[in-house]
């Protein structure tokens, strides 16, 4: 049988958008029950042994690595001013207990639909791109996930998600928070990539995209200008 990456799929069948958006939530939970040793990216020295160690002790190391830098760059193009970057780094401080995690788990970090695989158009046959996998926990791969899409979709994702993992103890908190990191770090790249050598209209309506969704975690934490 025939594997249709799941955006192309759905270009022609967009009426199984929310089969296939519940079913990439319980793909994706399915990957975040498998354990790994440390959290952030993974050690290139050590995976040629044929093992995967995390970067970083601590879940709260690897979420600031890079923080002050994506603060900086935001500022610099003035996305965001010296008060909202300095609430932003306080969020992330070493007294937030959201930012607290025992263990790390595979989180695959990029799986939207043009990074998924469907031989039916029900279920996911294949996860694609894993060369931004992390040692994170679930509720970072969600969030990760949420700023691809609108708050419509995400509701079939959750909904996939949650019937493998159950529920997700102070779920909406930790949500919002990590997807103000990934905001802050998408939003960085996608800058330096549309003033460096991608000046293209895909690129700036990301950049959009991504100034809507910071909008929203800026006003949540009540850090709107």
């Known amino acids: 049988m025939m594997n249709y990456v799941m955006e192309k799929y759905l270009q022609n069948n967009p009426k199984a958008t929310d089969v296939l958006t519940a079913a990439s939530g319980k793909t994706l939970a399915q990957i975040n029950k498998i354990k790994v040793a440390g959290f952030g990216p993974f050690d290139n020295?050590?995976?040629?042994?044929?093992?995967?160690?995390?970067?970083?002790?601590?879940f709260l190391g690897a979420v600031r690595a890079g923080l002050e830098f994506n603060l900086d760059?935001?500022?610099?193009?003035?996305?965001?001013?010296?008060?909202?970057?300095?609430?932003?780094?306080?969020?992330?401080?070493?007294?937030?207990?959201?930012?607290?995690?025992?263990?790390?788990?595979?989180?695959?970090?990029?799986?939207?639909?043009?990074?998924?695989?469907?031989?039916?158009?029900?279920?996911?046959?294949?996860?694609?791109?894993?060369?931004?996998?992390?040692?994170?926990?679930p509720v970072s791969?969600?969030?990760?996930?949420?700023?691809?899409?609108?708050?419509?979709?995400?509701?079939k994702f959750l909904e996939g998600y949650f019937s493998v993992s159950g529920e997700i103890p102070n779920f909406k908190e930790q949500f919002e928070l990590m997807r103000l990191r990934y905001i802050v770090s998408k939003m960085t790249l996608r800058l330096r990539r549309y003033f460096a050598w991608q000046k293209d209209d895909f690129m700036k309506q990301k950049i959009e995209t991504g100034k809507i969704h910071l909008k929203e975690s800026l006003k949540h934490f009540g850090l709107s200008k």
């Open 141 to 155: 791969e969600i969030a990760c996930y949420s700023t691809f899409y609108e708050p419509e979709r995400m509701e």
């Open 73 to 137: 760059v935001l500022k610099g193009y003035d996305v965001l001013n010296a008060a909202q970057s300095a609430g932003i780094n306080e969020l992330f401080g070493p007294d937030n207990k959201l930012l607290r995690a025992d263990a790390a788990v595979l989180v695959h970090n990029d799986m939207p639909a043009w990074n998924a695989l469907t031989i039916d158009g029900i279920h996911v046959s294949a996860a694609l791109d894993w060369d931004e996998c992390v040692g994170g926990i």
């Open 45 to 58: 020295e050590i995976a040629k042994t044929g093992k995967v160690q995390g970067l970083h002790d601590s």
